[in-house]
T-cell receptor, first 113, second 119 residues
C-alpha cells in the first residue's frame, strides 16, 4: 500500500517570499514517481513538478523546486518569489508501477500582499 | 492538444436518478482514471483502466457505481441510483504508461472535473 502525508493543512506566505510545503510518503516499491499538483479555486488540477525516485538530483521548474530525501521518504516543495497566482491547494502525490496516483490531503497556500 | 475533456461541468439531479459522467482522454494516452474529490475524504481513486481494460476498481464505493471504457477515446462513470452522499467533484485523468526496464508513467493529466450535486 502507498500512503502520502501532508501535515500542514494551511500555510501563508507574503508575496516575493519563499515557502516550503512538506510531504512524506511510504511505498514498498523501488521504482516510483512523486508529484506536486496545484489546484486553484477554478478546481483544475495542474502538475507543478515531478521527481523520479531513481534520480538523485532534485527537480526544478522555474520558481518551484523539490527537496527529495529518499531515505527519509520526504518530498518537500519550495516555492521561491511567491506570487499571488500561487494561491491554491497543493497536493503531493505518489505513483508506482501500478500507475495509480495516491494523493495527500493537501496544503492550502495563501499568498498575501 | 485539447487535454482531457469532461462533461458535463456541473450536474444537479434528484436522489434516485441515474447520472452519467463522460470523459475523453488525451489522444495517445493508454491509462484512464476516475477520481472523486470531497472535503471529507480528499481525492479518492475510484477506478482505472489500462488499454481500455479495468485494472483496479477497488475504490468504487458501491454497486451503484459503474464505469466503462468502450474505446480508447471515451469513458463513462455511471451512478444509478444516485444519493445525496454522492455529491462531489469527479475528475477524469489520463496518462501514458510504457513498460520498459524501468516502468515509465507520464504524469496524470486531469480534466476540469464534474461537480455533481444530488438533492
Amino acid at each position: 500500500a502507498q500512503t502520502v502525508t501532508q501535515s500542514q493543512p494551511e500555510m501563508s506566505v507574503q508575496e516575493a517570499e519563499t515557502v516550503t510545503l512538506s510531504c512524506t510518503y511510504d511505498t514498498s516499491e523501488s521504482n516510483y514517481y512523486l508529484f506536486w499538483y496545484k489546484q486553484p479555486p477554478s478546481r483544475q488540477m495542474i502538475l507543478v513538478i515531478r521527481q523520479e525516485a531513481y534520480k538523485q538530483q532534485n527537480a526544478t521548474e522555474n520558481r518551484f523546486s523539490v527537496n527529495f530525501q529518499k531515505a527519509a521518504k520526504s518530498f518537500s516543495l519550495k516555492i521561491s518569489d511567491s506570487q499571488l497566482g500561487d494561491t491554491a491547494m497543493y497536493f503531493c502525490a505518489l505513483t508506482g508501477t501500478a500507475s495509480k496516483l495516491t494523493f495527500g490531503t493537501g496544503t492550502r497556500l495563501q499568498v498575501t500582499l | 492538444d485539447a487535454g482531457v475533456i469532461q462533461s458535463p461541468r456541473h450536474e444537479v439531479t434528484e436522489m434516485g436518478q441515474e447520472v452519467t459522467l463522460r470523459c475523453k482522454p488525451i489522444s495517445g494516452h493508454n491509462s484512464l482514471f476516475w477520481y472523486r474529490q470531497t472535503m471529507m475524504r480528499g481525492l479518492e481513486l475510484l477506478i482505472y483502466f489500462n488499454n481500455n481494460v479495468p485494472i483496479d476498481d477497488s475504490g468504487m464505493p458501491e454497486d451503484r457505481f459503474s464505469a466503462k471504457m468502450p474505446n480508447a477515446s471515451f469513458s463513462t462513470l455511471k451512478i444509478q441510483p444516485s444519493e445525496p452522499r454522492d455529491s462531489a467533484v469527479y475528475f477524469c485523468a489520463s496518462s501514458l504508461k510504457r513498460l520498459t526496464s524501468r516502468a515509465y508513467n507520464s504524469p496524470l493529466h486531469f480534466g476540469n472535473g464534474t461537480r455533481l450535486t444530488v438533492t
